[in-house]
Protein backbone atom coordinates (compact mmCIF):
# COMPACT_ATOMS: atom_id res chain seq x y z
CA UNK A 1 0.00 0.00 0.00
CA UNK A 2 1.33 3.71 -0.76
CA UNK A 3 2.69 5.71 2.49
CA UNK A 4 0.26 8.20 3.74
CA UNK A 5 1.37 10.93 5.99
CA UNK A 6 0.24 13.97 8.27
CA UNK A 7 0.38 17.08 8.70
CA UNK A 8 0.62 18.69 11.12
CA UNK A 9 0.58 15.76 13.57
CA UNK A 10 -1.31 17.64 16.24
CA UNK A 11 -2.11 21.55 17.28
CA UNK A 12 -3.69 23.49 19.50
CA UNK A 13 -5.73 26.68 18.25
CA UNK A 14 -7.87 28.97 19.40
CA UNK A 15 -11.81 28.84 19.03
CA UNK A 16 -13.09 30.72 15.92
CA UNK A 17 -9.60 30.04 13.95
CA UNK A 18 -9.34 27.77 10.91
CA UNK A 19 -6.65 24.63 10.77
CA UNK A 20 -6.08 23.31 7.15
CA UNK A 21 -4.20 19.63 7.74
CA UNK A 22 -2.63 18.28 4.76
CA UNK A 23 -2.72 14.58 3.87
CA UNK A 24 0.04 13.13 1.03
CA UNK A 25 0.38 9.90 -0.36
CA UNK A 26 3.43 8.73 -2.00
CA UNK A 27 1.51 7.04 -4.80
CA UNK A 28 -1.38 8.07 -6.86
CA UNK A 29 -4.67 7.11 -5.70
CA UNK A 30 -8.20 7.48 -7.28
CA UNK A 31 -10.30 8.24 -4.27
CA UNK A 32 -9.00 9.68 -0.58
CA UNK A 33 -11.13 10.23 2.41
CA UNK A 34 -11.71 11.87 5.38
CA UNK A 35 -12.68 11.30 8.72
CA UNK A 36 -12.71 12.30 12.15
CA UNK A 37 -12.49 10.26 15.60
CA UNK A 38 -13.81 12.27 18.49
CA UNK A 39 -12.05 11.45 22.02
CA UNK A 40 -13.26 8.03 22.80
CA UNK A 41 -15.47 7.31 19.74
CA UNK A 42 -15.64 5.95 16.43
CA UNK A 43 -14.32 7.40 12.96
CA UNK A 44 -16.74 8.85 11.26
CA UNK A 45 -16.43 9.75 7.59
CA UNK A 46 -16.32 12.98 6.89
CA UNK A 47 -16.29 13.58 2.92
CA UNK A 48 -14.88 11.88 0.04
CA UNK A 49 -12.31 14.05 -1.63
CA UNK A 50 -12.66 13.55 -5.60
CA UNK A 51 -9.73 14.67 -7.69
CA UNK A 52 -10.65 17.40 -10.25
CA UNK A 53 -14.66 17.92 -8.98
CA UNK A 54 -15.66 18.91 -5.34
CA UNK A 55 -15.69 16.54 -2.25
CA UNK A 56 -19.17 14.58 -1.40
CA UNK A 57 -20.24 15.16 1.98
CA UNK A 58 -21.88 13.11 4.40
CA UNK A 59 -24.96 13.91 6.16
CA UNK A 60 -23.97 16.29 8.80
CA UNK A 61 -20.79 17.67 7.66
CA UNK A 62 -21.00 20.63 5.04
CA UNK A 63 -18.63 22.42 2.64
CA UNK A 64 -18.21 25.79 4.42
CA UNK A 65 -17.14 24.22 7.68
CA UNK A 66 -14.77 21.33 6.00
CA UNK A 67 -13.75 22.81 2.74
CA UNK A 68 -11.45 20.17 1.20
CA UNK A 69 -9.52 20.11 -1.91
CA UNK A 70 -7.73 17.61 -4.35
CA UNK A 71 -5.54 19.35 -6.58
CA UNK A 72 -3.69 15.90 -8.17
CA UNK A 73 -3.73 12.06 -7.30
CA UNK A 74 -1.15 12.16 -4.39
CA UNK A 75 -2.54 14.97 -1.81
CA UNK A 76 -5.64 16.81 -0.32
CA UNK A 77 -6.16 19.38 2.54
CA UNK A 78 -9.17 19.63 5.00
CA UNK A 79 -9.43 22.73 6.29
CA UNK A 80 -11.43 23.24 9.91
CA UNK A 81 -13.61 26.39 10.10
CA UNK A 82 -14.69 28.85 12.57
CA UNK A 83 -13.51 26.25 14.93
CA UNK A 84 -15.25 25.47 18.51
CA UNK A 85 -13.98 23.17 21.25
CA UNK A 86 -16.35 20.66 20.16
CA UNK A 87 -14.16 20.45 17.11
CA UNK A 88 -11.61 19.11 19.06
CA UNK A 89 -11.13 15.49 17.63
CA UNK A 90 -8.70 13.26 15.49
CA UNK A 91 -8.63 13.69 11.84
CA UNK A 92 -7.37 10.98 9.37
CA UNK A 93 -7.58 10.88 6.09
CA UNK A 94 -7.26 7.44 4.12
CA UNK A 95 -6.98 6.06 0.87
CA UNK A 96 -8.01 2.74 -0.44
CA UNK A 97 -4.57 1.41 -2.37
CA UNK A 98 -3.27 0.95 -5.18
CA UNK A 99 -4.09 -1.98 -6.21
CA UNK A 100 -7.97 -1.43 -6.59
CA UNK A 101 -10.36 -3.46 -4.10
CA UNK A 102 -8.45 -3.15 -1.56
CA UNK A 103 -9.50 -2.22 2.21
CA UNK A 104 -8.69 1.69 3.41
CA UNK A 105 -5.26 2.63 4.69
CA UNK A 106 -5.33 5.74 7.17
CA UNK A 107 -3.13 8.17 8.03
CA UNK A 108 -1.49 8.67 11.28
CA UNK A 109 -3.64 11.26 12.14
CA UNK A 110 -4.23 15.12 13.35
CA UNK A 111 -4.65 15.54 16.75
CA UNK A 112 -7.00 19.17 17.23
CA UNK A 113 -7.52 20.74 20.23
CA UNK A 114 -9.74 23.73 20.36
CA UNK A 115 -9.46 26.11 23.36
CA UNK B 1 -27.09 3.93 4.21
CA UNK B 2 -25.46 1.81 6.42
CA UNK B 3 -25.61 1.23 10.44
CA UNK B 4 -22.96 -1.08 12.36
CA UNK B 5 -23.70 -2.00 15.67
CA UNK B 6 -20.46 -3.56 17.78
CA UNK B 7 -20.96 -5.86 20.74
CA UNK B 8 -19.45 -5.33 23.54
CA UNK B 9 -18.31 -2.09 24.16
CA UNK B 10 -15.60 -3.32 26.63
CA UNK B 11 -13.80 -6.80 27.03
CA UNK B 12 -11.66 -7.70 29.36
CA UNK B 13 -10.40 -11.01 29.23
CA UNK B 14 -7.55 -13.22 31.26
CA UNK B 15 -4.38 -14.03 29.06
CA UNK B 16 -4.87 -17.19 27.05
CA UNK B 17 -8.76 -16.53 27.01
CA UNK B 18 -10.43 -16.13 24.02
CA UNK B 19 -12.24 -12.61 23.10
CA UNK B 20 -14.84 -12.55 20.49
CA UNK B 21 -16.57 -8.92 19.23
CA UNK B 22 -20.07 -9.10 17.07
CA UNK B 23 -21.03 -6.69 14.91
CA UNK B 24 -24.26 -6.08 12.95
CA UNK B 25 -25.01 -4.54 9.69
CA UNK B 26 -28.26 -2.54 8.12
CA UNK B 27 -27.40 -2.91 4.45
CA UNK B 28 -27.84 -6.43 2.31
CA UNK B 29 -25.74 -4.15 -0.31
CA UNK B 30 -22.84 -4.34 1.96
CA UNK B 31 -20.07 -7.24 0.79
CA UNK B 32 -17.02 -6.27 2.06
CA UNK B 33 -16.16 -6.11 6.31
CA UNK B 34 -12.81 -5.17 7.78
CA UNK B 35 -11.44 -4.90 11.21
CA UNK B 36 -9.27 -2.63 12.55
CA UNK B 37 -7.24 -2.50 15.91
CA UNK B 38 -6.24 0.86 17.02
CA UNK B 39 -3.76 1.12 20.40
CA UNK B 40 -3.72 4.09 22.43
CA UNK B 41 -2.45 7.26 19.89
CA UNK B 42 -1.70 5.41 16.60
CA UNK B 43 -3.95 4.76 13.45
CA UNK B 44 -6.19 2.11 13.23
CA UNK B 45 -4.53 -1.16 11.47
CA UNK B 46 -6.76 -3.75 9.05
CA UNK B 47 -5.86 -7.35 10.93
CA UNK B 48 -8.34 -8.79 8.94
CA UNK B 49 -11.33 -8.67 6.53
CA UNK B 50 -13.88 -10.67 4.52
CA UNK B 51 -16.10 -10.92 1.93
CA UNK B 52 -19.64 -11.73 1.02
CA UNK B 53 -18.69 -14.60 -0.66
CA UNK B 54 -16.64 -16.54 2.24
CA UNK B 55 -18.13 -17.53 5.24
CA UNK B 56 -15.45 -17.59 7.42
CA UNK B 57 -11.52 -16.39 7.32
CA UNK B 58 -8.30 -17.19 10.11
CA UNK B 59 -5.33 -15.20 9.78
CA UNK B 60 -3.47 -17.28 12.93
CA UNK B 61 -4.60 -16.60 16.45
CA UNK B 62 -7.99 -14.10 14.65
CA UNK B 63 -10.92 -15.54 12.53
CA UNK B 64 -13.58 -13.58 11.36
CA UNK B 65 -17.05 -15.34 10.39
CA UNK B 66 -20.14 -13.86 8.22
CA UNK B 67 -23.78 -14.58 8.31
CA UNK B 68 -25.00 -12.77 5.39
CA UNK B 69 -28.63 -13.87 6.19
CA UNK B 70 -28.41 -12.43 9.72
CA UNK B 71 -26.25 -9.69 8.43
CA UNK B 72 -24.00 -10.15 11.32
CA UNK B 73 -20.36 -10.78 11.53
CA UNK B 74 -17.56 -11.64 14.25
CA UNK B 75 -14.30 -11.63 15.62
CA UNK B 76 -12.38 -14.14 17.58
CA UNK B 77 -9.18 -13.69 18.90
CA UNK B 78 -7.53 -16.70 20.34
CA UNK B 79 -5.09 -17.37 23.39
CA UNK B 80 -5.40 -13.61 23.94
CA UNK B 81 -1.94 -11.92 24.68
CA UNK B 82 -1.62 -8.55 26.66
CA UNK B 83 -0.71 -7.35 23.08
CA UNK B 84 -3.79 -8.18 22.05
CA UNK B 85 -5.26 -4.95 24.34
CA UNK B 86 -6.73 -2.12 22.19
CA UNK B 87 -9.25 -1.23 20.26
CA UNK B 88 -11.22 -2.60 17.78
CA UNK B 89 -13.27 -1.72 15.27
CA UNK B 90 -15.06 -3.28 12.86
CA UNK B 91 -17.21 -1.93 9.73
CA UNK B 92 -19.08 -2.60 6.52
CA UNK B 93 -19.00 -1.63 2.63
CA UNK B 94 -20.78 -2.08 -0.60
CA UNK B 95 -17.31 -2.40 -2.06
CA UNK B 96 -14.03 -2.74 -0.93
CA UNK B 97 -11.77 0.64 -1.29
CA UNK B 98 -15.15 2.12 -0.76
CA UNK B 99 -16.00 4.56 2.03
CA UNK B 100 -16.79 2.63 5.43
CA UNK B 101 -18.89 2.64 7.90
CA UNK B 102 -17.62 2.45 11.62
CA UNK B 103 -18.67 -0.43 14.46
CA UNK B 104 -18.85 2.14 17.51
CA UNK B 105 -15.78 0.03 18.92
CA UNK B 106 -15.30 -2.79 21.18
CA UNK B 107 -12.25 -1.84 24.03
CA UNK B 108 -10.53 -5.05 24.64
CA UNK B 109 -7.91 -5.63 27.64
CA UNK B 110 -6.10 -8.95 28.10
CA UNK B 111 -4.86 -9.51 32.34
CA UNK B 112 -1.86 -11.54 32.50
Known amino acids: SAVISQKPSRDICQRGTSLTIQCQVDSQVTMMFWYRQQPGQSLTLIAT?????????ESGFVIDKFPISRPNLTFSTLTVSNMSPEDSSIYLC????????????FGPGTRLLVL | GENVEQHPSTLSVQEGDSAVIKCTYS??????FPWYKQELGKRPQLIID?????GEKKDQRIAVTLNKTAKHFSLHITETQPEDSAVYFC???????????FGGGTRVLVKP
Open chain 1, 94 to 105: SHPGTGGGETQY
Open chain 2, 50 to 54: IRSNV
Open chain 1, 49 to 57: ANQGSEATY
Open chain 2, 27 to 32: DSASNY
Open chain 2, 91 to 101: AATRSAGNKLT
